[in-house]
């Protein structure tokens, strides 16, 4: 098979039936893809591998106070921050929606819509016709490229106007407009297990397709909120 036009080949290696290399997550989203197509899977990928809400014991939710989706422009990677524990990965998932459910956040459900464990494992979270939830300030579109930094966290936040300028800001909390995926655990000195890895690159891939997006329209936390590092300098450097 010839090489697409524009696309640069890497020497790679092989973990887990994954490939991976110097390559960024754009490559390895591209790869992903054309593995779908080669393989003649469906727009949403293979369900089977999806643990769904049922099965990881998930609470009820309080939709008066989930704001709408709207149309996925973005597919933005977070990392948890926190470790899994003795009682393992569908037991932590569990305890991350009551932490977001409860007195300190009040958003209604887990914040994110999937979920991704050391072993690879991905959890179906928050439904996506639902916004995710953040503690973060989430800048627009039109904020963030105004801003010209590809990254606004750690020592380099950018203080937004208050929409003074009449470039709007997405309400503090929410991200209409993103599908998001956190990878479990903290990855700002480590890399996610090859497992993860490999999950999260099949995954951004999936919803790229599912949502008729681009490469070009994934995002990582840094990137699109102030104040953060998410999802870890370790993961950030690796794509």
Excluded: K
Excluded at 35 to 58: H, N
Excluded at 81 to 89: I, M, Q, R, S
Excluded at 144 to 171: E, K, M
């Amino acid at each position: 098979m010839s090489q697409p036009a524009g696309c640069v080949c890497h020497e790679v290696e092989y973990v887990g039936g994954a490939a991976f290399g110097p390559a960024s997550l754009v490559m390895r989203c591209c790869l992903a893809a054309l593995i779908f197509v080669l393989a003649g899977c469906t727009a949403t990928g293979p369900d089977a591998t999806l643990v769904a809400r049922s099965d990881w014991g998930a609470g009820s939710v309080n939709r008066d106070v989930l704001p709408p989706n709207g149309e996925v422009r973005h597919v933005t990677v977070h990392h948890t921050y926190t470790e899994v524990g003795p009682d393992g990965e569908a037991a932590h998932v569990h305890a991350i929606q009551r932490f977001h459910q409860g007195e300190d956040r009040f958003w209604g459900d887990i914040a994110y819509h999937y979920l991704i464990g050391p072993s690879g494992t991905v959890f179906v979270g928050r439904p996506e016709t639902y916004a995710p939830a953040s503690g973060t300030v989430y800048l627009s579109d039109a904020l963030r490229d105004a801003a010209g930094q590809d990254s606004l966290g750690g020592t380099a936040v950018r203080t937004p106007p208050n929409g003074d300028d009449g470039i709007p800001l997405t309400p503090p909390g929410t991200s209409d407009g993103h599908v998001t995926i956190s990878v479990i655990g903290n990855y700002e000195e480590a890399l996610p297990p090859p497992a993860q890895r490999a999950a999260l690159v099949a995954r951004v891939a999936d919803r790229l397709h599912a949502h008729g997006l681009t490469v070009n329209d994934v995002r990582f936390h840094r990137e699109v909120a102030i104040g953060t590092a998410c999802p870890g300098q370790a993961l950030y450097d690796w794509v």
